[in-house]
């Protein structure tokens, strides 16, 4: 691991009140900034490189530009952004929620722990067209795959991953944490399901069905990567490679380490650990600072942001650390 700086992405004051700067969990380079997300509402946003840190936000709710399931209100629980050929493209986890025990109410901790919600905003994957601007990128009015023909109507009966889709994402059950778009292949990584150690990867080939709609052209693809019983918790693009973000599938601070996957016609839907590079090795904390995102720079450097930081990452500016790593 080379350690090469810190950069602040500082956020506006309603985006610090919905606690996006300390939820992020997505981001991608853009023409003049970053496209980043966070998981706990239905908006995407982006942010400027203003001389000494990313800022200038501009939110973009994913209502102004597809129809969400659930409405405006409900969170997307966005996972993953990806950029490739003048689209922008959001993927929501797909996964269900188990309710957290509240140790304020410790005799309801049992009726808690047995009820799952499933949220419909969160099984969308959403393409958005990019134009070039004045202020650099805006999207457009997309496309999305949702509702009754979601990424998840296509699993239930698959092999493999159908008996996980009943099960919490944080229970090792059916979790996409990130996007990579390469040739027109959309790679989903999975947190979950992690099958006797192995990582699933799932590639997809989609379609414009017309009316703001996407089609999953079948058959898709799985593939299972020897991960060393860790989950896909984020991926992006590099070269002819990709780099995954590797961690906890289950509610666990670490191990995290970025894993580069070199595409090419290579065994059959598996990929064992002698075909995998560890890049890095990722510092993390102890019920904090938990890797979540990352996003290869236009110099070659690895940006990565972190999911509950740590009080030592907020800033007095209402920004919040990510960490830049050469590779």
Not at 3 to 24: C, G
Request: net charge negative.
């Amino acid at each position: 691991m080379v350690f090469v700086e810190q950069v602040e992405l500082r956020f506006d004051h309603a985006s610090q009140a919905y606690q996006t700067h300390t939820n992020l969990s997505a981001i991608r380079q853009s023409a003049a900034g970053l496209w980043v997300a966070g998981d706990e509402t239905a908006t995407f946003e982006h942010l400027t490189w203003t001389g000494d840190h990313f800022g200038a936000q501009r939110t973009f709710p994913l209502t102004d530009y597809v129809n969400l399931p659930a409405g405006p209100k409900d969170e997307a629980d966005i996972e993953g952004l990806a950029r490739s050929d003048g689209h922008l493209w959001l993927v929501g986890s797909h996964s269900l929620k188990r309710k957290r025990v509240k140790s304020k109410d410790p005799d309801k901790a049992a009726d808690r722990l047995a009820t799952v919600v499933r949220e419909e905003n969160r099984f969308i994957l959403v393409r958005l067209p990019l134009r070039d601007g004045a202020r650099a990128e805006t999207p457009e009015e997309g496309s999305i795959l949702a509702g009754s023909h979601s990424l998840t109507t296509y699993l239930r009966e698959d092999r493999h991953l159908g008996p996980f889709l009943a099960l919490p994402g944080k229970d090792n059950g059916f979790d996409v944490e990130g996007i990579a778009v390469v040739s027109e292949r959309v790679y989903l990584g999975l947190r979950g399901p992690v099958l006797r150690g192995w990582a699933v990867v799932l590639e997809l080939r989609l379609d414009d069905a017309g009316k703001g709609r996407l089609r999953l052209r079948e058959p898709y693809r799985k593939h299972f990567l020897d991960l060393g019983g860790l989950g896909v918790r984020d991926l992006c693009p590099d070269g002819d490679s990709l780099l995954l973000l590797a961690g906890p599938t289950m509610d666990l601070d670490g191990p995290v380490r970025v894993v580069r996957w070199r595409l090419g016609p290579k065994r059959q839907g598996v990929v064992p650990e002698d075909e995998l590079e560890t890049v890095l090795e990722l510092p993390y904390g102890v019920g904090c600072d938990h890797p979540e995102g990352l996003a290869l720079l236009a110099d070659g450097r690895l940006m990565v942001v972190y999911d509950s930081p740590s009080p030592a990452r907020i800033t007095t500016a209402g920004g919040v650390l990510a960490d830049v790593f050469t590779i």
